[in-house]
């Protein structure tokens, strides 16, 4: 492999629908800034049916062109026909970094397209970075328990790759009216020729906590101890019409159910304000939570990680502080006829 003929950062553009999955925007804006660093196009990938309505939103994201293949048989996602179609895009056009959004469909395909050109992948990136002066990709992402941060390298094999959770990276503000090139391609698959058939689409309509888009979470670590402990906190975020959220530890206790947990291992957010309620701060839970906008730490210990994220610490017991933040908050609230929402 001649991996200096491999140039320009590709996104994978998940879409459901003819709409453009968050993520994707995200990593268009993450993307962006690796193609600036290294003076080549952002190019988005695109595949589905009846799409042709989605490359002019890419471009007011920042992409400079969009590869995109408009065939029936893309219409639904199945593993064999979008492998087979971005493989065959990255051995034309040879990307030298390919980004998708760690959801189910964007891991699947990104695992089956790291086999399929024989490149390598690293997942549940964090961070993204270029060393310029060996045009390498460095994914970051949190191991051994969360304890490190590990740099990963892909340095014989082209495209470099990475999968990223939702709300690590931020979209840029789009501009109106930007343009761009668009390329379109065909795929060779026959409906006849698959393994694989779309009977029926199951829809989940049960309710479950949207974390992702809460604008205050008020969050449980290790420190609320117990039932009582964890009462505390939901009655905080009640006070304040927040949604509760969890680490690890308190998931495990038994405290919550795993739709709460927050980082590595559960949800990724980017609230207005979150309350980091007896959490030590391991890189495994900040990397869920350190881009929301104002971050509110209480913890006993003043060397508590949390501390190094948070932009407000308060050194003490949750025991005495949650109590007296309750009362307070009851009484501005009430001053202000009680809209919640805008505490």
């Given at each position: 492999?001649?991996?200096?003929?491999?140039?320009?950062?590709?996104?994978?553009?998940?879409?459901?629908?003819?709409?453009?999955?968050?993520?994707?925007?995200?990593l268009?804006?993450?993307?962006?800034?690796?193609?600036?660093?290294?003076?080549?196009?952002?190019?988005?990938?695109?595949?589905?049916?009846?799409i042709?309505?989605?490359?002019?939103?890419?471009?007011?994201?920042?992409?400079d062109?969009?590869?995109?293949?408009?065939?029936?048989?893309?219409?639904?996602?199945?593993s064999?026909?979008?492998?087979?179609?971005?493989?065959?895009?990255?051995?034309?056009?040879?990307?030298e970094?390919?980004?998708?959004?760690?959801?189910?469909?964007g891991?699947?395909?990104?695992?089956?397209?790291?086999t399929e050109?024989m490149?390598?992948?690293?997942?549940?990136?964090?961070?993204?970075?270029?060393?310029l002066?060996?045009?390498?990709?460095?994914?970051?992402?949190?191991?051994?328990?969360g304890?490190?941060?590990?740099?990963?390298?892909?340095?014989?094999?082209?495209?470099?790759?990475?999968t990223?959770?939702?709300?690590?990276?931020?979209a840029?503000?789009?501009?109106?009216?930007?343009?761009?090139?668009?390329?379109?391609e065909?795929?060779t698959?026959?409906e006849?020729?698959l393994?694989?058939?779309?009977?029926?689409?199951?829809?989940?309509?049960?309710?479950?906590?949207?974390?992702?888009?809460?604008?205050i979470?008020v969050?449980?670590?290790?420190?609320?101890?117990?039932?009582?402990?964890?009462?505390?906190?939901?009655?905080?975020?009640?006070?304040?019409?927040?949604?509760?959220?969890?680490?690890?530890?308190?998931?495990?206790a038994?405290l919550?159910?795993?739709?709460?947990?927050?980082?590595?291992t559960?949800?990724?957010?980017?609230?207005?304000?979150?309350?980091?309620?007896?959490?030590?701060?391991?890189?495994?839970h900040?990397?869920?939570?350190n881009?929301s906008?104002?971050i509110?730490?209480?913890?006993?210990?003043?060397?508590a990680?949390?501390?190094?994220?948070?932009?407000?610490g308060?050194?003490?017991?949750?025991f005495?502080?949650?109590?007296m933040?309750?009362?307070?908050?009851?009484?501005?609230?009430?001053e202000?006829?009680?809209?919640?929402?805008h505490?």
């Amino acid at each position: 492999m001649n991996i200096e003929e491999y140039k320009g950062v590709w996104v994978f553009i998940e879409q459901i629908e003819g709409n453009v999955v968050g993520v994707s925007l995200e990593l268009l804006g993450a993307g962006r800034a690796l193609a600036d660093k290294l003076g080549v196009d952002l190019c988005g990938v695109l595949l589905g049916h009846n799409i042709r309505e989605i490359p002019s939103q890419l471009f007011e994201y920042g992409a400079d062109k969009v590869y995109m293949i408009d065939d029936p048989i893309l219409d639904k996602y199945r593993s064999e026909t979008h492998m087979t179609a971005v493989g065959d895009l990255v051995r034309k056009y040879k990307p030298e970094i390919f980004l998708y959004g760690a959801t189910a469909n964007g891991k699947d395909l990104a695992s089956a397209v790291a086999t399929e050109v024989m490149t390598g992948l690293t997942a549940d990136t964090t961070m993204l970075d270029i060393d310029l002066d060996k045009r390498l990709f460095e994914a970051s992402r949190p191991a051994f328990g969360g304890n490190i941060m590990a740099t990963i390298l892909c340095k014989k094999h082209r495209p470099q790759m990475a999968t990223v959770r939702s709300k690590v990276m931020k979209a840029l503000e789009p501009q109106p009216g930007r343009t761009g090139e668009v390329i379109e391609e065909t795929i060779t698959l026959k409906e006849e020729d698959l393994k694989t058939k779309v009977l029926q689409i199951v829809r989940d309509t049960s309710k479950k906590v949207n974390l992702a888009d809460a604008e205050i979470i008020v969050a449980a670590g290790k420190g609320v101890k117990d039932a009582n402990g964890f009462k505390l906190v939901s009655d905080l975020a009640d006070v304040l019409n927040a949604t509760v959220g969890a680490s690890r530890d308190v998931v495990e206790a038994g405290l919550i159910g795993h739709d709460y947990q927050i980082g590595q291992t559960g949800e990724t957010v980017t609230p207005k304000l979150y309350f980091a309620i007896g959490i030590s701060g391991a890189v495994q839970h900040v990397v869920g939570m350190n881009n929301s906008e104002t971050i509110v730490a209480i913890n006993t210990d003043p060397e508590a990680q949390i501390f190094n994220a948070a932009h407000y610490g308060i050194v003490g017991d949750l025991f005495e502080i949650v109590p007296m933040l309750i009362e307070e908050f009851k009484a501005a609230l009430k001053e202000v006829g009680g809209v919640k929402a805008h505490v």
